[in-house]
């Protein structure tokens, strides 16, 4: 399975779905065009955490890092970095 997140206009993740394999090369047109949901949609990966490639098989760090994917697995409230084309979490607000 293939995970999208949609950004809203200030690059915020608002949702993120799984669509099949099948679909991932077109992901965008797929969520937004033939289902029918309209937005910006990117591929985000389950495997990346925290700017580590995690090792579906073992569920540890793998050897080979370069499978890594915009830094992080997309969540709701996180946000895309074009420059660097990364998904990042939210800022922590702190209480003064």
């Given at each position: 399975m293939a995970h999208?997140?949609?950004?809203d206009d200030t690059n915020t993740v608002i949702r993120v779905l799984v669509i099949p394999d099948e679909q991932e090369h077109r992901g965008q047109?797929?969520?937004a065009d033939e289902l029918?949901?309209?937005g910006t949609?990117?591929?985000t990966s389950y495997n990346s955490r925290d700017g580590v490639y995690i090792d579906p098989a073992t569920n540890e760090p793998a050897a080979d890092q370069t499978k890594l994917?915009?830094?992080?697995?997309?969540?709701?409230g996180f946000i895309y970095?074009?420059?660097t084309d990364e998904f990042r979490?939210?800022?922590?607000e702190t209480t003064p």
């Open positions: 999208f997140a949609e950004i047109e797929y969520l029918g949901l309209g949609w990117l591929q994917f915009r830094y992080t697995y997309a969540g709701i970095d074009p420059e979490p939210p800022l922590e």
